[in-house]
């Protein structure tokens, strides 16, 4: 993905998400996703890996993705995107200066938030 996009290259629908505690009725806590936004997006494939994981003799993937967004302020490393049913772990949030008009967020699929 370039670094200066156009308004009209932002064409897939995401849902920005945070984790949330919520009591269990039993003095403990339970963790969940909850929306906070839903945006348009420029999504795009950055790497795929795979891995094998000999102790557990399990294969797993993960595939890295650039979601550029109009800029704002409530997005950060420790939540996730909901795209075309599927979910992707921010990662790095990009901070290109105050007087940008997007916002590039580095993510991943396929691995635990």
Known sequence: ???AWQIGELDQRVTLESATLASDGAGGAT?????????WAKVGPMTY???ERMLADRQEASADYLVVIRRR???LEKHRIGWRGRYLNVRFVREAGPRKAYLVLEAEMGAPG
């Open 1 to 3: 993905m370039a670094e």
């Open 73 to 75: 302020s409530d997005v």
């Open 49 to 51: 890996r795979y891995r």
């Open 31 to 39: 963790s969940s996703w909850a929306a906070y936004a839903t945006v």
